[in-house]
């Protein structure tokens, strides 16, 4: 019998399971020979406090996935950023699952955002493609320099540097937001969603 996997917006109380997250992207990345935007605990942490974040687990509390999302200036960008599916649990849809819900929680809360994701991923394309994205070019996606500083931690930063931000490995891919949602949130989740919000517009 298949196990049974919770894909859920993440909250406080998943902090425990930040490093193995951490260690999960740098192994795949490693895998992959791939570059990865390295991000620290603190950060992905915090995603979790701003219900930024969306985890797959077990129901006996094993970790099976992650991914999170950002949004970029003042709210007119959304990036939904790395998406991964611990090797254990790959070959089962996770990603799909934690796609449509990191998708639906950006349309949700930031209805009128364009969404942006920056891939070098066969399967995550395809996934984008699903849900209605296109492929661009860089200028179509954030000036924001605090997003494309990101990138400094991957390994094929010197691409985007030589070429100008003008493009390098990854695929730039947008969403304009006219499609419907593939995934609900929970109502004590969209509760929770504006509790901070309200808190954050104080």
Request: aromatic share 8%.
């Amino acid at each position: 019998m298949e196990e049974e996997i919770e894909v859920l917006v993440a909250g406080p109380e998943h902090e425990k399971y930040v490093d193995t997250i951490l260690d999960t992207i740098a192994e795949a990345a490693k895998v992959r020979g791939t570059g990865i935007a390295k991000r620290t605990h603190e950060y992905l942490a915090k995603k979790m406090m701003e219900a930024k974040a969306v985890i797959a687990l077990t129901k006996d509390g094993r970790f099976a996935g992650f991914s999170y999302i950002e949004t970029w200036e003042n709210q007119q960008y959304v990036t939904t950023s790395g998406l991964i599916v611990h090797p254990d649990f790959r070959g089962k849809h996770i990603a799909k699952r934690i796609k449509d819900m990191t998708f639906t929680l950006a349309r949700t809360r930031w209805p009128h955002a364009k969404i942006f994701s920056l891939t070098s991923g066969a399967a995550v394309m395809a996934m984008n493609t699903a849900l209605g994205y296109q492929p661009v070019t860089f200028a179509d996606l954030t000036d924001d320099e605090a997003f494309w500083k990101g990138c400094e931690g991957c390994c094929n930063v010197d691409v985007l540097h030589r070429t100008g931000r003008k493009y390098c490995i990854c695929t730039a891919m947008l969403y304009d937001p006219t499609e419907h949602l593939p995934a609900k949130i929970s109502d004590d989740v969209l509760e929770r969603i504006r509790k901070i919000d309200s808190v954050s517009e104080l």
